[in-house]
């Protein structure tokens, strides 16, 4: 196999100094490296530019304010979101579902039902079980294809008269499996439900138009994006984030103060109570603009050929079993027969790959699947056919260890 580098006249490794030496990176789905530019922005932003956003009178801060709400507008742009007043930041994915299901869910009613999937991260199933308990709501649940797909059809049936709010991954961190985004909006809002979307795993992978999915809340981690942890996005459309209450109260959220009752600011400011992960926001920004000079399309296309060619290596070692649909994102999930998912990940810890071996907080999925965890091999734009060839060489090791076993 030849090396495919995405960008034929560039080396994007070179841009990642956390790639250092000879490492095959297979983890980006649980966190992506950071690319120079990316370390730059945070280092410019807590050394030269720092300030306080929001309040202060001099320059700096005015400067700094300037910078956060620029993030605020890269981003909107990146997810093709109506305006910037869309996008409340927020620690990463598990914050923004947190607060959709805290402040939108307050107006669920018991008998109210909520939908998700068979194949969600605890973070899209574990606030709605929350809010279960304390409004007396109905989680629904929707099985998946045999190939590891949600069974979308199946999921639009069960789609009823209570149900308030679809919520699914568009695309599954353990499977890589894409799920028909618009279909399942029309759907939703055909019976008069909301449709959230987790987008933890397609957000960094390909083109995502907020508008064009039909989606009505969308959520990413800035980590999973090339970007800094403790950044996200929580993207809603206007209208529904002017109808939702806050969910923290604190500075910067509020419009007046009085011991007699406070009233609050417009969002997103009514949903960023405290003062905010200034650098964070601006580190997120440098790294869309990173992945934007690139191509999302491109990205998707160089990704698939990757797994593409992963699927084809494995699948050549009899005692392996592919899990997940052909046509994944970026990702790609396998066991072998007899042998733990963590011998296989220490295994090829010691070849210099570095795979994920667990449940992937999706211990429902795992039951489903039957298997304890899985080892996962996961995709991002700085791999290349040397990682594929790495991960497959690593695996007939594994086999040839374990022999009779597996
Ligand atoms: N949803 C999906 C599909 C994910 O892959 C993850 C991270 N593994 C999350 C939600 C949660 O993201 P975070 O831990 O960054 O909040």
Not at 245 to 274: C, D, H, K, L
Not at 382 to 402: C, H
Request: charged share 20%; net charge negative; glycine share 10%.
């Amino acid at each position: 196999m030849a090396t495919a580098p995405l960008l034929p006249d560039t080396d994007v490794r070179a841009d990642f100094p956390g790639l250092g030496g000879d490492w095959a990176y297979l983890d980006t789905a649980a966190t992506a490296q950071k690319p120079q530019a990316v370390i730059d922005a945070i280092a410019r932003a807590y050394g030269p530019d720092y300030a306080t956003v929001h309040r202060g009178v001099y320059a700096r801060s005015a400067d700094m304010t300037f910078a956060f709400e620029a993030a605020r507008e890269t981003v909107a742009r990146f997810l093709g979101a109506a305006s910037a007043q869309e996008i409340v930041f927020v620690r990463g994915a598990t914050e923004g579902l947190n607060l959709v299901a805290q402040s939108w869910g307050d107006r669920l009613e018991a008998g109210d039902r909520i939908l998700i999937s068979a194949l969600e991260h605890h973070s899209n199933i574990v606030p709605w079980q929350l809010l279960a308990q304390r409004k007396g709501i109905i989680l629904d649940v929707a099985p998946l294809t045999e190939d590891g797909r949600i069974d979308e059809a199946r999921l639009i049936a069960m789609i009823g008269p209570r149900t308030r709010l679809v919520s699914i991954a568009q695309v599954s961190n353990v499977l890589g499996s894409m799920a028909d985004v618009p279909r399942i909006a029309a759907a939703a809002h055909g019976a008069g439900a909301l449709l959230m979307v987790d987008g933890c795993q397609s957000a960094p992978h390909m083109a995502v138009d907020v508008q064009a999915l039909g989606a009505d809340f969308f959520v990413f981690s800035g980590h999973k994006l090339y970007g800094p942890t403790g950044i996200g996005v929580l993207w809603a459309r206007a209208e529904i984030l002017e109808s939702m209450p806050p969910w923290q109260g604190g500075g910067a959220m509020i419009e007046t103060v009085r011991f007699e009752g406070s009233t609050f600011a417009p969002p997103p400011q009514r949903f960023e109570a405290g003062t905010p992960h200034i650098a964070g926001a601006i580190g997120l920004a440098a790294a869309v603009d990173y992945v934007m000079s690139i191509g999302m399309d491109r990205i998707a296309a160089h990704e698939a050929m990757l797994v593409d060619a992963a699927r084809t290596a494995l699948g050549r070692i009899n005692s392996v079993r592919l899990l997940g649909p052909e046509d994944a994102a970026g990702i790609l999930s396998f066991v072998i027969d007899g042998v733990h998912p963590h011998d296989i990940g220490t295994i090829l810890d010691e070849a210099g790959v570095a795979i994920r071996a667990g449940h992937h907080c999706c211990q429902p999925l795992m039951q489903l699947l039957d298997v304890p965890a899985t080892a996962r091999a996961s995709f991002g734009i700085y791999n290349n056919m040397r990682d594929v060839e790495r991960l497959a060489a690593g695996i007939e090791r594994v086999t040839r260890i374990f022999g009779g076993a597996a």
